[in-house]
């Protein structure tokens, strides 16, 4: 979701025009295969994220990219890292966050100030209710995320198996 890169992000490409905002540097601090969605997002690109868990997932939302409704629900269940297993309503919305000294999470999230930019619906879905919930949806665009940093070679040849199941228009 943008580490390390989000205070570029927070600081300077939301600061911009939503029409400039695609013009952003690459690289560690810049966008990333670990920093596009979040980037996405503040491009105004996606307006509703669905993130399909497994039971081994560990918990590893950035609590200050949560709308504060989300992370107060949130917080109550579960401090970071430990989110029970199940589906969660959640929003992400992008703030001002100021470069701090402090990065620590209390005090990014006494720092974030409101935008105005639109909140993002983001569920937490488990892999068995994602077939119930999506059972009568008929599909504009399916993207599947291919990351080199995070999933292992050997996991290739199920994009050829899932693009099977994906017919072209």
């Not at 503040?42 to 200050?64: A, E, K, T």
């Not at 969660?88 to 409101?114: F, G, Q, W």
């Not at 050997?154 to 072209?168: F, H, M, Q, R, T």
Request: with cysteine; proline share 7%.
């Amino acid at each position: 979701m943008g580490f390390p890169s989000w205070t570029y992000l927070h600081d300077e490409i939301l600061s911009r025009d939503v029409a400039e905002r695609p013009e952003a540097n690459e690289g560690p601090y810049g966008v990333n295969f670990g920093s596009w969605l979040a980037f996405a997002i503040g491009c105004q690109w996606i307006s509703q994220l669905d993130f399909v868990i497994n039971r081994n997932w560990h918990d590893d939302i950035p609590r200050f990219l949560l709308s504060d409704a989300s992370y107060e629900a949130i917080s109550v269940k579960a401090p970071l890292g430990v989110l029970p297993y199940g589906n969660y309503k959640l929003a992400i919305e992008l703030m001002h966050i100021p470069s701090l000294i402090d990065s620590s999470e209390n005090a990014v999230m006494r720092a974030r100030t409101k935008r105005g930019e639109p909140t993002i619906p983001f569920n937490i879905l488990t892999i068995e209710n994602l077939g119930v919930r999506y059972s009568n949806t008929k599909w504009d665009y399916i993207f599947l995320s291919h990351s080199p940093g995070y999933v292992p070679i050997s996991a290739d040849p199920l994009l050829e198996l899932i693009g099977g199941y994906v017919k072209n228009k």
